[in-house]
């Protein structure tokens, strides 16, 4: 919310939506607990109990993905996939193969190439959902994955608070009007800010670039 009223002109009384939440799809209640449960078990929010339930949910998640790697034969699976609506199988397939499918679920497929996740009720359906979500998104997760490292970099390059952003050749008028009225304090900010394109920051990016080596060799 800070981030956002800072680096986007935001005219009127901000809302709280949670499409304005950034990387919502790493940002799942199946997943808090391997996002945060170190991190609540170390302010005192939760107890060690408590945490080794978290962390026994989180270890059947992986488990149930790692299953989920096994082939399984037409005959074992044809008539779930009939019964779904799917295109029947005529050879050996990979169980995460056939849940990217958008008709097929994980329970669809319970106890047959995989074990019953070993976590109690009411757990035991939350582990299955997220471990069938990390198959099916796994190649959108990747890509946000890839992005926020990016970001993460990119915060780490800091901007000198007196740079002049009217030096840069190739910056849109737009953008240079918003770096010069907001003068972000590192590139990651600069690329939230709303009209910045990514182009401008590949522009940006480079100029920085240069002039912070000028500035070590001189």
């Not at 009223?5 to 199946?30: C, D, G, N, Q, W």
């Not at 107890?47 to 026994?56: F, N």
């Not at 056939?98 to 939350?126: H, Q, T």
């Amino acid at each position: 919310m800070v981030d956002d009223l800072i680096t986007k002109s935001t005219p009127e009384p901000y809302r709280m939506f949670t499409s304005r939440a950034e990387h919502r799809l790493v940002l799942r209640y199946t997943n808090a607990n391997r996002r945060l449960g170190s991190k609540a078990l170390a302010c005192g929010l939760i107890t060690e109990d408590k945490y080794h339930i978290m962390a026994g949910q989180t270890k059947a998640i992986d488990k149930a993905v790692s299953e989920c790697a096994v082939s399984v034969a037409p005959e074992h699976v044809n008539k779930q996939i009939i019964l779904s609506g799917g295109a029947p199988i005529d050879q050996k397939t990979p169980l995460k193969t056939l849940l990217k499918r958008p008709e097929f679920l994980l329970s669809d497929f319970n106890g047959l190439s995989i074990s019953p996740p070993a976590v109690g009720e009411p757990y035991k359906d939350e582990v299955l959902l997220e471990a069938e979500t990390i198959i099916k998104y796994r190649g959108y997760i990747d890509r946000s994955n890839v992005h926020i490292n990016k970001l993460i970099r990119s915060d780490m390059v800091e901007i000198d608070p007196h740079f002049n952003y009217n030096f840069v050749v190739g910056l849109s008028s737009e953008s240079r009007e918003k770096l010069c009225s907001i003068k972000p304090e590192t590139l990651g900010q600069a690329m939230r800010i709303s009209g910045v394109t990514p182009a401008d920051i590949s522009v940006l990016s480079i100029f920085i670039s240069k002039h912070d080596r000028v500035s070590r060799e001189t």
